[in-house]
């Protein structure tokens, strides 16, 4: 039980720090307004760093805070499928509540901006080029390589990482992944990041908020899967998993 109240706690500062600052860069009359890509990007790589803090003090040892990496790690024997399945309803909640502390965090400034589509980027992930078949490439490739750096983080020829250190790199990671790959789909990489939060957009009472284009919200949760148990599969060839 205090493994899912850390990965929903963790997941909830994920959330509120990530979702945070792409409303401080989106959001108009924000004092970030158009700050841009790289405040996104590092300010979501800090978000996971403080995530992943947040889940271990509060009884999550492995801080997955991600359901893909849950899924590979059940794969390699680390949870039980039902104990994936719950750890997974915990992150997703945890997304859920977090979403909603970033709209009241933010509350005057939805009626201030006119662009149903910035709101809707606040909370889910949407491509640069709507293409069903590349976005969801784009997404498996994401998060295998994720899930496939955490393997190589936690080989034995690589060493012990020191105790404290392993948030950082996670969030480095992640700095990583959004500065090389995010470019095509926003790299959502992560089921509960995008799924729990269009959830909340979907109903919350959003000034002029518009749909929350639930014909796309299958690939960001499909896809990170995929590269998740994809990333699996390599680990365990290469003798990582």
Known sequence: ?????????????????????????????????????????????????????????????????????????????????????????????????????????????????????????????????RNPVGNVICEIIGTAMLCLVFFTMGAKSVGSIPAGVGPYLAGIVVWSMGLSLGGPTGYAINPARDLGPRIAHAILPIAGKGGSDWGYSWIPVVGPLVGGALAFFIARGLGLA
């Open 1 to 129: 039980m205090t493994n899912l109240l850390g990965e929903f706690f963790g997941t909830m500062v994920l959330i509120i720090l990530g979702c945070g600052v792409v409303a401080n860069v989106v959001l108009q009359n924000s004092k970030g307004e158009r700050s841009g890509w790289i405040v996104i990007t590092a300010g979501w790589a800090f978000a996971v760093t403080m995530g992943v803090f947040a889940a271990v003090a509060t009884g999550a040892p492995n801080a997955d805070l991600n359901p893909a990496v849950t899924l590979a790690r059940c794969m390699a024997g680390l949870y039980t499928p039902a104990h994936a399945l719950v750890t997974m309803g915990a992150e997703l909640a945890g997304a859920i509540v977090g979403s909603v502390v970033v709209w009241l965090a933010y509350l005057p400034h939805w009626e201030a901006t006119e662009s149903q589509a910035l709101k809707l980027g606040v909370f889910c992930t949407a491509p640069a080029i």
